[in-house]
């Protein structure tokens, strides 16, 4: 039976082992595989009251889910956030993902907050999982390399 729950300081440890793949894998091979350079991102958010939700089955992580406070630039209000979302490659497409998102929204919505927001890049599958719960493209971040 697969269980959805905080991680402990031991797990977040082992998260953020994987941290380096997680980003690449997240952002379409932009990032590099750098576990620590991610590795201190991650750390900062859990530092200002971020934290993670794994889903376990078996003692087994199957996928985790960050999440925390976040502020929208656009509307000038805090709202959450979802910092990072990953599932192992063999449980993927088994509705893990969907699990911790919809486990995530009914806690963040517990919490008091009215809107969540996340960050997805362009080509990464999660896209359309997002999509399906209801989120919408609301900016696109352009990008140039200057040679």
């Not at 750098?34 to 958010?45: E, G, I, K, R, V």
């Not at 859990?46 to 976040?70: C, P, R």
């Not at 709202?79 to 009914?106: D, E, W």
Request: aromatic share 10%; charged share 20%; proline share 1%.
């Amino acid at each position: 039976m697969l269980i959805i729950r905080k991680a402990n300081k031991k797990e977040e440890a082992r998260l953020f082992q994987k941290m380096g793949k997680t980003v690449e894998e997240s952002t379409v091979g932009f990032a590099q595989n750098d576990n620590q350079t991610s590795a201190n991102m991650f750390d900062l958010l859990i530092k200002s009251g971020a934290y993670y939700l794994i889903a376990q089955e078996h003692n087994l992580i199957k996928g985790w889910i960050l999440i925390g406070q976040d502020f929208s630039t656009l509307k000038s209000v805090q709202t959450a956030g979802i910092f990072s979302l990953y599932v192992s490659p063999q449980y993927r497409s088994s509705g893990i993902g969907r699990k911790l998102i919809n486990y995530a929204l009914t806690e963040l919505k517990q919490q008091g907050y009215q809107q969540v927001q996340l960050h997805v890049f362009t080509g990464n599958p999660a896209k359309r999982l997002y999509e399906q719960l209801g989120f919408k493209d609301i900016c696109t971040l352009m990008s140039l390399e200057l040679k």
